[in-house]
């Protein structure tokens, strides 16, 4: 049986993905739509990494509830990777550009 700690490694190298992996993740899900049938399929294939269907979806739901809690003017509890090189990876862009990814009903 494996112990919490490793456990909790696990947790956490799962959790960890990159600057690129992340760019790579917006870009998919900007080009396959919530209605393309193999979307997370094609979402993981273009994240690459070795990361996963369930990988991705959980990235997604991560990425949907940090956006609901900053929409409610809550701090998101999911720390993404800080950016670097002087580009900016805070979701500006308003509602518009947040519409295209996700659908809030």
């Known amino acids: 049986m494996a112990s919490s700690s490793k456990i909790i490694s696990l947790r956490k190298a799962e959790q960890a993905w990159t ?3 992340n760019e ?3 870009m998919a ?3 396959y739509e919530e209605s ?3 979307r997370w399929q094609n979402v993981a294939r273009a994240v690459g990494g070795g990361k996963t269907v369930d990988d991705v979806k959980r990235h997604y739901e991560h990425l949907v509830s940090d956006i609901n809690l900053i929409d409610t003017a809550e701090e998101p509890f999911y720390n993404y990777p800080p950016a ?6 805070n979701g500006t862009g308003g509602q518009d550009q947040r ?3 996700l659908k809030f009903q």
């Open 19 to 21: 600057e690129e992996e």
């Open 24 to 26: 790579r993740f917006e």
């Open 29 to 31: 899900l900007a080009r």
């Open 36 to 38: 393309h049938p193999q």
């Open 84 to 89: 670097s090189g002087g580009r900016r990876h």
């Open 99 to 101: 519409s295209k990814f």
